[in-house]
């Protein structure tokens, strides 16, 4: 059983940026692939971007593709994703996941963490 924990969520302005922690424990995490989703009200969960077991592949959303970078600290079982340039748009609740497959699909992902809120305001 692999508990994920989202961090860095908070209320910005338009054009700022945050980072997002997501910190694995139980189980081996490093074997695992990690990506964040994100659901705003209303609307179903959708992929933000995801990162492979070692962290040499990464994959975005094409609505986030050059604001974020993923990232992964295989020491501490880490992902990070920084958020830059943000957009109102970007409003949602941010979720943390992961699985041993490397994909873009929400139900293949086995752990989810509770997820962390970012609003940006306008």
């Known amino acids: 059983q692999v508990h994920m924990v989202e961090s860095g969520g908070g209320l910005v302005q338009a054009g700022d940026s945050l980072r997002l922690s997501c910190t694995a424990s139980?189980?081996?995490?490093?074997?695992?692939?990690m990506a964040w989703f994100r659901q705003a009200p209303g609307k179903e969960r959708e992929f933000v971007s995801a990162?492979?077991?070692?962290?040499?592949?990464?994959k975005y959303s094409d609505s986030v593709k050059g604001r974020f970078t993923i990232s992964r600290d295989t020491s501490t079982n880490t992902v990070y994703l920084q958020m830059n340039n943000l957009k109102p748009e970007d409003t949602a609740v941010y979720y943390c996941?992961?699985?041993?497959?490397?994909?873009?699909?929400?139900?293949?992902?086995?752990?989810w963490g509770r997820g962390t809120q970012v609003t940006v305001s306008s």
């Open positions: 996941a992961a699985d041993l497959t490397f994909t873009t699909e929400p139900p293949l992902y086995e752990y």
């Open positions: 139980g189980g081996s995490p490093s074997a695992y692939a």
């Open positions: 990162i492979n077991y070692s962290g040499h592949i990464t």
